[in-house]
């Protein structure tokens, strides 16, 4: 089963190179292309180093999925979920009130803000909880 996993998760990885390749090539999309080429790097040179880090760790006969983790992981989580969902409340609530005219944005790049604000907030609160109870 293992096997297969990383066999599925390289092969994504490649067709994701393939097509950050294909926008490139294609001329429309650089940017685009070198994103989805970037975002695929690192997300396979982040397994390697955690498969590798699992590996000695079993090695050395420790247990590398502890509770420990699981629960600092559920606990930033909810943080990040309640944080994000207030300052967004707090957001439309202000906008509400000022009345401002509607900024010129993309509805795709503002989900993407959205998206990479998640991920930064959910890493931060993960690293604070993580050695606050470590």
Known sequence: MRNFLVFSRSLILLLLIGL????I???GNEGFGIGIIAGASAAFIASMLKARKITRLQEQGMNPYDERHE?????AAIVTIYIFSTVLALIVLIGSFLDPVPPAIDLYDALGLCLAGVLLLYTICYFVYSKRLG
């Open 25 to 27: 090539s294609a001329g």
């Open 20 to 23: 950050g390749i294909w926008h």
């Open 71 to 75: 629960y600092v992981n559920g606990k």
